[in-house]
């Protein structure tokens, strides 16, 4: 079992800087790939950034490289994702998830049923 929590949304201004933090509980999180995703209003959730279980290896979607990075803390149980310039149209609830699957893949790591934990989600408002 593995549960997760995220923390460090909020309202900004066009080109700041948020970190969102992701905290999990559990025996197999170290073991376990991490993703981000995010859901806009009126929108389907997206695969934002994932990454591997010693952290040396990630990916991104096309919108947010260059601009965000993610990482993560084994000895901490914690994921992080580091938002750089960030735009109004990064507006959304972001959510962090375990993914499942043994494998390290883009497109593994890209869809939602792939991963079998998620936390409830941290808003984040970009302004204008």
């Known amino acids: 079992q593995v549960q997760l929590e995220e923390s460090g949304g909020g309202l900004v201004q066009a080109g700041d800087s948020l970190r969102l933090s992701c905290a999990a509980s559990?025996?197999?999180?170290?073991?376990?790939?991490m993703g981000w995703f995010r859901q806009a209003p009126g929108k389907e959730r997206e695969f934002v950034a994932g990454?591997?279980?010693?952290?040396?290896?990630?990916y991104y979607a096309d919108f947010v490289k260059g601009r965000f990075t993610i990482s993560r803390d084994n000895a901490k149980k914690m994921v992080y994702l580091q938002m750089n310039s960030l735009k109004t149209e990064d507006t959304a609830v972001y959510y962090c998830?375990?993914?499942?699957?043994?494998?390290?893949?883009?497109?593994?790591?890209?869809?939602?049923?792939?991963?079998?934990?998620w936390g409830q989600g941290t808003q984040v408002t970009v302004s204008s």
């Open positions: 998830a375990r993914n499942r699957s043994p494998s390290f893949t883009r497109a593994i790591m890209s869809r939602e049923g792939e991963y079998d934990y």
């Open positions: 990454i591997n279980w010693t952290g040396g290896s990630s």
């Open positions: 559990g025996r197999t999180f170290s073991s376990g790939t």
